[in-house]
């Protein structure tokens, strides 16, 4: 069993080092927490954290740039722009200066071609940071934030992934300073009534956030699945923390045509051997609103159910059969909860991304089912083994406070991309002003640990996805590097500061807040 580190000291004194090279930053400014003045009652009012305008940034024009592919500088009213980024090739290449090491933000000025959602690639001297996000035929930020740069030049680049934007500058800035106190996270449970093993799970995971990151792995297969075998073997006999799996083949339908479900068995198997089980779901559809591959009508395109109007109470027929589907899921919960199985539930993930059939009706029908989905589990089936991830991925999807205990961001930045993606992380800082744990809840190839640290953006845990992002294929348990190379998974299992399921302490006796 690892031994719980002095709460965060080991990964933020490297951080505060870095922050301290700032253009502008002292002492009072790193996260100490003395700020030299006391309030009345006697307790600090924290630190004066160091914040930069945009008027204060360095300006790049766009025109000014390389470019490539299919991309060409045009000019509106006086203002030149570079329009493309249609096609695989299409790039927009800068070169910038810094003064001084430290953290940076980059933001393209830019705007929609056809003013609809717009996503492209952005990598710094070769590796890629994120994606430049932007919607609306006005010229708005498209930020990346916070990306750890060196003294001297050093290439930014901006690739076509969805494109079709017109972009006219690049604004790069000193990043402001990160609060300290965001790994600060009390460890209460939405659920008031939730189990005693939820909750020791739950101060488990409080207690190590900020300080270490706990390895995950969804296999369909469970604990002997092909990905779990293939990190063992390549690890010399490291599982990860968290066993990652699905309730697809729970829900009516699906078991309907005859697919059967294992995973709540693989879940009993995995907290028995010391685990943590963590479940979405994929939730095909009633056969009512099938129009494709019955397997794949979670996918919008296979269904034409209208989540507006069955929530507005136009589909009376619909309602009660996604509220039985959720009864389904319900009983295999429920064995779980019988078991004293805590579950990392995320249901309803990735809505903001539209392509998912909940997600197709816009926020605010998906947040009426949400919230119907935890009232049925928790309030009517009395489930209160659940720890609520939300994994919207946008701040106007959020339910509420009271029905999220933790966030996920699910990113897939591609092949051999170890950036911890920190724009992200920051940007589900954003999504509330409650404090929450953040965590990676689905990754393509796994990320640097040491970078993370590096960068303030410790995901409290990851869980990769199965098949290809570990495996050749389903067969045989040989690791693909396609995504993730040897070496990487190696030094991520091994490293001090990533938790592995050998390393877990007894969740079953972890103490509580006051024991």
């Not at 961001?409 to 591609?414: K, L, Q, S, V, W």
């Not at 640990?449 to 960068?455: H, T, V």
Request: charged share 25%; with cysteine.
């Amino acid at each position: 069993m690892r031994r719980i580190h002095l709460k965060r000291l080991d990964c933020i004194l490297p951080v505060l080092a870095l922050l301290l090279a700032l253009p502008g930053c002292n002492g009072a400014g790193t996260g100490t927490g003395q700020t030299g003045s006391e309030t009345e009652a006697g307790t600090s009012p924290g630190p004066e954290l160091k914040t930069y305008s945009w008027d204060e940034a360095i300006v790049y024009e766009a025109e000014e740039g390389t470019l490539r592919g299919g991309t060409s500088a045009k000019e509106e009213g006086g203002i030149g722009y570079v329009e493309g980024f249609s096609r695989e090739e299409d790039e927009l290449e800068l070169a910038i200066h810094i003064e001084e090491n430290g953290f940076y933000d980059l933001n393209f000025v830019s705007r929609s071609a056809d003013g609809g959602y717009k996503e492209n690639y952005v990598a710094v001297d070769g590796e890629r940071m994120g994606t430049a996000a932007v919607e609306g035929k006005e010229y708005t930020d498209s930020l990346i934030s916070r990306v750890y740069l060196e003294t001297g030049d050093h290439t930014v680049k901006l690739s076509s992934y969805w494109g079709w934007i017109q972009v006219d500058s690049l604004k790069v800035k000193p990043s402001d300073e990160l609060d300290p106190g965001r790994f600060d996270i009390e460890p209460v449970l939405v659920n008031q009534n939730a189990t005693e093993n939820t909750r020791r799970l739950m101060a488990y995971l409080c207690d190590v956030y900020g300080t270490d990151i706990l390895s995950g792995q969804y296999c369909d297969t469970g604990m002997f699945g092909t990905e779990n075998a293939a990190i063992w073997k390549t690890t010399e006999g490291k599982y990860p923390a968290i066993l990652g799996l699905d309730m697809s083949n729970y829900t009516p339908v699906s078991a309907a045509h005859g697919a059967e479900g294992h995973a709540t068995e693989y879940a009993l198997e995995y907290w028995d051997k010391g685990g943590i089980v963590t479940f979405c779901w994929h939730w095909t559809t009633p056969d009512k609103y099938i129009t494709g591959n019955w397997y794949s009508t979670f996918y919008k395109e296979h269904t034409n159910i209208d989540l507006a109007r069955i929530m507005s109470g136009q589909d009376q027929e619909g309602y009660d059969l996604l509220v039985a589907d959720i009864d389904a899921i319900a009983e295999q919960l429920q064995i779980l909860q019988e078991a004293d199985v805590p579950v990392l539930w995320r249901p309803l993930h990735e809505a903001g991304g539209g392509w998912f059939w909940w997600g197709n009706a816009g926020a605010d029908a998906y947040k009426q089912l949400y919230v119907l989905m935890y009232d049925r589990l928790v309030n009517h089936h009395g489930l209160n083994n659940l720890i609520w991830v939300w994994n919207g991925q946008d701040k106007d999807w959020y339910p509420g406070d009271e029905y999220v205990d933790i966030i996920g961001e699910d990113i897939y930045p591609g092949e051999h991309v170890y950036t911890p993606q920190t724009s992200k992380y920051l940007e589900a800082l954003e999504y509330t002003d409650a404090k929450k744990m953040i965590i990676l809840s689905e990754n393509g190839c796994l990320f640097d640990p040491d970078l993370a640290i590096r960068d303030g953006s410790m995901w409290g845990s990851f869980c990769t996805w199965g098949g290809e992002f570990v495996i050749k294929n389903k067969q045989l348990y040989i690791l693909s590097e396609q995504y993730t190379e040897e070496d990487m998974l190696k030094k991520v299992y091994e490293h001090e500061h990533v938790i592995t399921r050998d390393e877990l302490p007894d969740l079953k006796s972890y103490p509580l807040p006051g024991e």
